[in-house]
């Protein structure tokens, strides 16, 4: 009991508390440890969905996705294998969610006024429109606002990877848009 | 220096207007609702009314099996749920078209074809003539199965290491993704990754990636090939054969038929060949195969940020950061070229 208090008020004293150290206090059900999975990883699950499902759906499906792994986490045998685990869950929660709906485009009520909030849309639909790898890294950046090594950090994949994939993701949805790159503009030029 | 991605990087260096734009356009999307305390206690309370209903189909579902009184090896359930596609397939020397294998079961696929539950996380299809071993089946931890023969294309979606497949010669290491192995049962033949990675073994201090796009040979009592990517040159390919059966000449012919398409095979092969002896060919400086092959793929892929040659040479760690890249570039490549899965 004392180790598991010591351990409780050691993870939140600590101004970063490493993640399998906050995984394991979750899964022994401590609830503020979750709840600071949660603070960490709540926008990469966000991206995540946001990928596959429309705006206003997504928020609810990453409060769904949080409830599963609170659920599933005592099977959770390798608290560093959670950013992988989570995502998975959330993918194909977002998947199990996307299955029977007719496609449809971005809803107009997103929180932002016309005629932005049309333009926010043909963004999405071309975030969308892009391979898997790139979709979700660029909604990371774009729309959660993370950086690359965050990116990396809580998706589980390499820094190599993700700045990969930012960089083609980008260059592929300038393509999309119809907006010239700087490095087209230096060929050209 | 900075480069010119270095904004969207990490939003150092100078701003990219067209980034700034659509980072500015997109903000209000962001995620910034707080934990749903009342959505998880609803999810919990669900969890025993869902028990109770398990543990009633459970007890119907024992009851059946036991008035049934047929208790096979393949009726169990601490295994992976198999279906066969047609004919009949043998489960631990039964004739049975569906069931478990349990853990130590054979399943021989005969003239039929199965399809292989792997745990929950994904799929194995084996193809006619196909005969595999489940050896380990632990929850999130390690899943294990033997191919003593056959074709098998296995689909996984799990995180890196829990699933793996050995051979007669090697072993698979699934790091994520979608591939198919065929072997004859000396364990020669070939596999062939269409997603992700997958890492094959050698000996204890070496590993291959082998990243989607690419293919290697499994050879009889002997390490696997080094990867090289599906569409490679012959002269590529044959250089590659002749390195590994030790012909003189073989590297810097296979060094001179590497292209920029042909980075991974060159930074599989700068794990495996000897960092401290002198190489056959002439070299101005000491320096061994390592470095010669170094020398090479930073022609055809130049090391990452803070990765030099040197630094290769040198550190373990560097090399295997050069390697990763060159991974993540080759993955990306394969999934520009369509061979991505669709959703």
Known sequence: MLTQLVFTIAAYIAPVQALPAVVIAARRG??????ELYRRFNRAVHGVVLARVRYVEAADIVQDVFAIALERLPQLAEAAAFPGWLLAIAR?????????????DELPDVPIEAPRSAEVAQVLVALRALPDAYQETLILRLV???????????TGLSPGSVR??????????????GIASEEADEQAG | ???????????SGPADPDVQRLEQLLAPLAHDRPLDELALRRKRNRAPWIISGAVLIAAAAGLVLYLRASHGP???????AFTAKGGTVGCANEQVARGVLPIGGVLDTGTATAELAIADIGIAELAANTRVRLDRNEANQRQQIHLERGRMHAKVNAPPRIFAVTTPSTGVTDLGCEYTIEIDAKGKGWIEVQSGK?????????????????SARLRENRAPSVPVVIGASPALRSAVTDWEQGTSDALPKLLAAAGIGDAITLANLAVLVPGDTSTQISCSAPCTDRDL??????TLSPPPEGVTIHGALTDPALLERWRETIVAEQIVRNIEDGAAPKK
């Open chain 1, 30 to 35: 401590d609830r503020l440890a979750f709840a």
């Open chain 2, 198 to 214: 997958v890492e094959l073994e050698t000996t204890a201090h070496a590993v291959i990636v082998a990243p989607a796009g690419t």
């Open chain 2, 74 to 80: 393949c009726d169990g359930d601490a295994g992976f």
């Open chain 1, 144 to 154: 959660e606002g993370m950086t690359g090594p965050e990116i990396a950090e809580q």
């Open chain 2, 1 to 11: 220096m900075s480069k010119p991605d270095d904004y969207l990087w990490d939003r």
């Open chain 2, 293 to 298: 092959v170094l020398n090479r793929l930073a």
């Open chain 1, 164 to 177: 990969v994939n930012l960089h083609r993701g980008m260059k592929l949805l300038r393509e999309k848009l």
């Open chain 1, 92 to 104: 194909n929660r977002a998947v199990d969610h996307v299955r029977g709906q007719k496609p449809t």
